[in-house]
């Protein structure tokens, strides 16, 4: 059975639209009204006969994304096998849902991303600040998750197998603005494969919650925090390759002939004489050796990316191990 998380915060105009243009793919739909001040969840459960539909209230808001792992644990427990995140704004066009789960369908992917930005027409009629932060966002999230595939990390519309999505631990993955991202860093520790789908987005009259000036130091704080994590993790505990080396020497060499060459440059200025050629040369090349090690380390990482489905393996697993597989992994990560 598939099904489709919906959560649900302002969206009282919008929300049983949604709903009633979900395919007959989905067997459950789970909508999670996140202390909607409209009641949304209210409105379902009073207006909307399909009894695919499952409501959940929370009492305190907690976010998109703690609105979305409370939908997902719930799909889970109801034996979900693909589940999709759709917001409840009509921006995601539920007709695209077959589309969007097809890779993971045919276990040629572990988690599926809309992507509004490989239509170069459909990425002019974005506006113009939702434009320039999800660029400017991008290529951080490429770094700190390790997918430098995926052109559109904060895109919302998303699909996970839901054998991948047992392995995640909710408690550690943020729940708001940075959500999105944070799953994706997440499901990168997994090892499983991502790919997108391009999509159109639907941008009506409603209000963006996203303030570019609020929201941008805790970005950057979630992106460095993941990008350490990700390559500690990848390159010095769980693996050690080459590219470690490339990195961990790279990054001295670069760092000392940058600080070096300032510091001779500015005492040279202050004394008003002229800089050594060995000073300048140590410098130079420290930093040139240091830079083409860390090109080394992105060109290895970039070919790192995952390309086989996780979720096949862990089904046999499942099925030869038991149902507690899965949870056994999860602890261990």
């Known amino acids: 059975m598939n099904s489709v998380v919906i959560p649900t915060f302002r969206a009282s105009k919008s929300i049983l639209d949604v709903i009633n243009r979900i395919g007959p793919e989905i067997g459950l739909i789970v909508v999670v009204d996140d202390c909607c001040p409209e009641f949304s969840g209210r409105l379902v459960q009073n207006e909307c006969k ?5 409501v959940i209230v929370h009492e305190t808001n907690q976010g998109v994304g703690g609105a979305f792992l409370t939908g997902m644990k719930a799909a889970i427990e109801r034996d979900a096998r693909i589940i999709v995140k759709v917001d409840s704004d009509g921006q995601m066009d539920p007709a695209l849902i077959p ?6 369908e045919h276990a ?5 991303k809309g992507n509004r930005f490989f239509f170069l027409s459909d990425a002019s009629s974005m506006p113009a600040v939702r434009l320039f932060g999800n660029l400017s966002l991008s290529f ?37 603005f940075f959500f999105e991202t944070d799953l994706l860093f997440h499901v990168g520790l997994l090892r499983a494969k991502v790919t997108e789908f391009p999509m159109q987005a639907v941008y009506g009259e409603e209000v963006s919650n996203l303030r570019i000036a609020r929201v941008m130091p805790e970005f950057m704080r979630g992106h460095l925090k993941n990008t350490v994590r990700r390559i500690a993790y990848g390159y010095f505990f769980r693996d050690f390759s080459v590219a470690s080396i490339e990195l961990f020497f790279g990054t001295i060499l670069f760092w000392f ?41 992105l060109s290895y990482d970039i070919g790192a990316v995952p390309r086989e489905a996780l979720h096949p393996l862990l089904s046999r697993n499942a099925r030869t191990q038991g149902p507690d597989v899965g949870h056994a992994t999860a602890n261990k990560l």
């Open 140 to 176: 951080m999230a490429k770094i700190s998750s390790g997918y430098w595939n995926i052109m559109d990390p904060t895109n919302g519309f998303f699909a996970i197998h839901a054998d991948v999505a047992r392995l995640l631990i909710p408690s550690r993955i943020a729940k708001r």
């Open 257 to 297: 002939g940058l600080i070096f060459g300032i510091y001779h440059w500015a005492l040279a200025y202050a004394l008003d004489e002229v800089t050594p050629t060995g000073t300048v040369m140590i410098a130079a090349v420290a930093l040139l050796i240091g830079f083409q090690l860390i090109l080394a380390f």
């Open 108 to 112: 040629q992917a572990d988690y599926v």
């Open 99 to 104: 589309g969007l789960i097809l890779p993971i």
């Open 50 to 54: 399909d009894p695919r539909v499952v």
